[in-house]
């Protein structure tokens, strides 16, 4: 492995990683976890498949590899081999073994050449989706106004308290309401590929300590599957995962428009849209890098 090819992932699905990597070894043995440098290793048995599948291991991981290895007289013989991985260890390993085999693709000037199952890299500026950021940071300035303002005793200020706790607990439920199962879209605006995006459904617990601020409009390489590709004439709906889903978009943009007039041009929340038009991509992302 090139060492000056290592990534840093602030992003990583573990349990894909460890998935491809047992496909392509033939299998784990056993995988280990160690909570520390003198403590005794704590066997994940039966409990990796869930543990990996509701929110990543961040720990020191004892790996071993069940593979075949040609011998003397031409005889195959089962072979072990047992190595301390972290996460990102063993997502750099499975990166140089995909590329090794020329198994990933890179995004040219035409999309027509990706198709559904491949595994791609692409590299961009990465956004949490606009609606469910303009909802949170909204929902947090009227709870700092609604501190900040002298509540008073009198009646009519305790009922403008009461709205006001109202209404935050209905952007509230309405930003819930975006994120499906722990699950948001990002939106990557590719870079080389002008006009070109892709979104990806990303889990918040596979963050790096949960919180995904770290990449937000930063330019960083995606490493996934191709999911969906969508020429000009598609989109794709970023309510898709969602229970707002049910509504027509006609419906949704009239909803919508009143944050879309010139007099919040003020406000810095971008334009709002509930669909990516294409040319786009969907991809299930592995891991998002440095």
């Known amino acids: 492995m090139n060492k000056h090819s290592l990534k840093i992932p602030l992003y990583l699905n573990q349990k894909i990683v460890f998935d491809l990597l047992a496909s392509i070894n033939d299998g784990f043995t056993q995988v280990t976890k160690l909570k520390t440098a003198s403590s005794a290793e704590g066997n994940l048995g039966g409990t990796v498949e869930a543990d990996l599948g509701n929110k990543n291991i961040f720990a020191l991981l004892g790996v071993k590899l069940k593979g075949k290895v040609d011998a003397e007289h031409s005889k195959e013989h089962s072979k072990e081999q047992e190595k301390i991985h972290t996460p990102s260890s063993l997502f750099n390993n499975l990166k140089a073994q995909l590329f090794k085999e020329r198994m990933v693709?890179?995004?040219?000037?035409?999309?027509?050449?990706?198709?559904?199952?491949?595994?791609?890299?692409?590299?961009?500026?990465?956004?949490?989706?606009?609606?469910?950021?303009?909802?949170?940071?909204?929902?947090?300035?009227?709870?700092?106004?609604?501190?900040?303002?002298?509540?008073?005793?009198?009646?009519?200020?305790?009922?403008?308290?009461?709205?006001?706790?109202?209404?935050?607990?209905?952007?509230?439920?309405?930003?819930?309401?975006?994120?499906?199962?722990?699950?948001?879209?990002?939106?990557?605006?590719?870079?080389?590929?002008?006009g070109y995006k892709a979104v990806l459904p990303v889990y918040m617990d596979y963050f790096f300590n949960g919180n995904s601020s770290e990449i937000v409009d930063g330019s960083f390489k995606v490493l996934g599957k191709v999911a969906k590709v969508c020429n000009q004439n598609e989109k794709i709906d970023l309510l898709r995962n969602t229970s707002l889903s049910i509504f027509k978009e006609s419906l949704l943009e009239e909803m919508l428009s009143g944050f879309n007039t010139d007099s919040n041009q003020k406000m810095n929340i971008g334009a709002l849209e509930t669909t990516v038009q294409g040319p786009a991509l969907l991809i299930i992302p592995i891991s998002i890098y440095l």
């Open 105 to 194: 693709k890179h995004i040219s000037e035409q999309i027509n050449d990706i198709h559904p199952g491949e595994f791609i890299e692409i590299s961009g500026i990465l956004k949490i989706n606009p609606l469910i950021t303009m909802m949170e940071n909204m929902t947090h300035l009227l709870e700092l106004a609604n501190v900040m303002q002298n509540d008073g005793t009198g009646k009519k200020a305790k009922q403008r308290n009461l709205e006001d706790k109202k209404t935050i607990m209905q952007m509230e439920a309405f930003t819930n309401s975006l994120k499906a199962n722990g699950m948001v879209d990002m939106i990557c605006e590719l870079e080389g590929s002008e």
